[in-house]
């Protein structure tokens, strides 16, 4: 039986949200500012197995983003326990981490170090991202420079390369071209396949999320509606957002 990677119990998310940036700021020395509260994410629980492909649905606000950030420590449980296992590898932001003033080779590296990847390994997988990216001589340019369609290619390139394992998806595979964002579906699909990765995979196309994943989750309101297999999660969501 595979390993549990990613589990939540009983997680909720409460944010706070203040009339402006003044309030917002004085908040940090007194808890007598007022707020209006905000659960994004209402007493969830889940896992997913090592090499399980599992899409996530839900209408904008479900609390889906919310999941995301708090698996990749970005955010953090207002309640419950979250545990996560391995490097992860998130398609989100897919220019976040760069410098501006580095060249995008420069910015690999960058992006490595910050996935816990030593110099050594990073030199190791250098070529092919470069070749993945297909940016030619801009690679040794400062990103500054580059396109936002180049800066997403880089980028999507750098972390489908960093031996994730665990590939967090959210809407990236509509990155570039026709034919690019063929090689990057191709991608994801040769390492959830052939190198065993654990694949959450964000998305409202139900028709990409089903060549990729096994298993869905629909949310709805912060709270999780439906876990089970992936045909049904689609016509649980494409159900949901038909109502009013």
Not at 204 to 231: L, S, W
Request: aromatic residues 8%.
């Amino acid at each position: 039986m595979e390993k549990t990677v990613i589990e939540f119990k009983d997680v909720s998310k409460i944010y706070k949200l203040y009339k402006n940036d003044k309030q917002r700021l004085l908040s940090v020395f007194s808890k007598r500012v007022p707020c209006k509260k905000k659960k994004a994410v209402d007493h969830v629980s889940f896992e997913i197995k090592k090499g399980e492909s599992v899409a996530i649905f839900g209408k904008n606000g479900a609390g889906k983003s919310t999941v995301l950030k708090m698996i990749t420590g970005v955010a953090f449980p207002t309640e419950g326990d979250i545990k996560v296992e391995g490097r992860v590898s998130a398609l989100l932001e897919l220019t976040s981490g760069f410098d501006p003033e580095f060249t995008g080779r420069e910015n690999i590296y960058l992006k490595g170090q910050l996935s816990g990847l030593k110099d050594s390994e990073i030199k190791e997988l250098e070529d092919d991202i470069v070749e993945f990216a297909e940016i030619g001589e801009y690679i040794d340019q400062p990103v500054r420079t580059y396109s936002s369609g180049m800066k997403a290619r880089l980028g999507f390139a750098v972390n489908v390369n960093i031996r994730p394992e665990i590939l967090i998806v959210d809407e990236a595979l509509s990155v570039g071209d026709v034919a690019f964002k063929d090689k990057c579906i191709k991608k994801v699909n040769d390492i959830i396949y052939n190198q065993g990765v654990t694949l959450l995979f964000v998305t409202h196309a139900t028709g990409t999320a089903q060549q990729f994943c096994k298993r869905g989750i629909v949310m709805k309101n912060g709270k999780i509606i439906y876990d089970n297999k992936i045909e049904d999660a689609v016509e649980v969501y494409n159900k949901s957002i038909k109502k009013k």
